[in-house]
């Protein structure tokens, strides 16, 4: 049961192993890495995101609204003044949505089944927009190492 810092840590820690185990075999581009590593990090936190105290959560509430609210404001098609009004309007909508939210604490986000679909989505993407396939198994390494501090083995 770790907390934020304690989940990056053994995130970099089961990078750093994974990585000695296929030194031989894994040769990555200075990009890659650094994509590699930021997508780590993302994935050592990503379960938490169900955690309402939990500092990914609070990002992605903030983001979300703020998605929505610059969305709103570029995207329709009225005068300014009115968009500002629509834009405000979403930013409240979403953030009032997430915090009304009844989310439980290690529910879904802390397992197999999560783990599988996030890493499948992000490999499918990282090999779209990158051609490297090692970002998105970066994030499903950070989700698993999340897994096992928490020691947290569901299938849901």
């Not at 939210?101 to 783990?115: L, P």
Request: contains cysteine; hydrophobic residues 55%.
């Amino acid at each position: 049961m770790g907390d934020f810092h304690e989940h990056i840590l053994f995130g970099f820690l089961t990078a750093s192993v994974v990585s000695f185990l296929l030194r031989g075999y894994l040769f990555l581009q200075p990009l890659e890495l650094t994509l590699s590593v930021i997508m780590l990090v993302v994935g050592s936190i990503l379960p938490d995101i169900d955690h309402k105290n939990s500092y990914v959560h609070r990002a992605a509430k903030a983001l979300a609204s703020i998605g929505a609210a610059v969305l709103s404001l570029v995207l329709l098609p009225f005068p300014i003044h009115v968009n500002f009004v629509f834009s405000a309007a979403a930013f409240l909508l979403v953030y009032t949505s997430i915090s009304s939210m009844r989310i439980t604490h290690r529910g879904f986000t802390h397992s197999f089944s999560f783990c599988s679909t996030v890493t499948s989505l992000t490999v499918i993407a990282s090999v779209y927009l990158y051609a490297s396939p090692v970002p998105g198994l970066a994030v499903g390494l950070g989700i698993f190492s999340h897994l096992l501090l928490d020691r947290e083995f569901k299938v849901k």
